[in-house]
């Protein structure tokens, strides 16, 4: 079921480190090129490292929960068991949706 505000979704990716967690050049560049991909597609919203704590959060736009579920599985991080992942659903409130339609106009 749609809501008026499903423009107003986005998916954010958490990214935690693993246990088979190292730093390895060729994965980050594959990231990278992962985030740059999703970026030309117009899917990428912000992404990058914790200032201070481990891992990092990639937040994107997608049609559905399940597609955002793809770009989270196909990430190299992940692909590789580096970074485990968490996929959380995220409604945006801001002035152009009334924050949700609650805001008076």
């Given at each position: 079921?749609?809501?008026?505000f499903e423009e107003d979704i986005c998916y954010v990716i958490?990214?935690?480190?693993?246990?088979?967690?190292?730093?390895?050049?060729?994965?980050?560049?594959?990231h990278v090129a992962h985030l740059?991909?999703?970026?030309?597609?117009?899917?990428?919203?912000?992404?990058?490292?914790?200032?201070?704590?481990?891992?990092g959060m990639v937040i994107v736009r997608a049609e559905s929960r399940?597609?955002?579920e793809e770009i989270a599985r196909r990430d190299p991080y992940v692909v590789t068991g580096i970074r485990s992942y968490e996929l959380r659903t995220w409604g945006?409130?801001?002035?152009?949706?009334?924050?949700m339609g609650i805001a008076a106009e």
């Open positions: 079921m749609s809501t008026a958490l990214l935690s480190p693993t246990e088979h967690d190292r730093r390895d050049m060729d994965i980050i560049r594959a740059q991909e999703l970026e030309r597609s117009g899917q990428l919203v912000l992404c990058g490292p914790f200032a201070d704590a481990p891992g399940a597609e955002a945006l409130s801001h002035a152009g949706n009334r924050h």
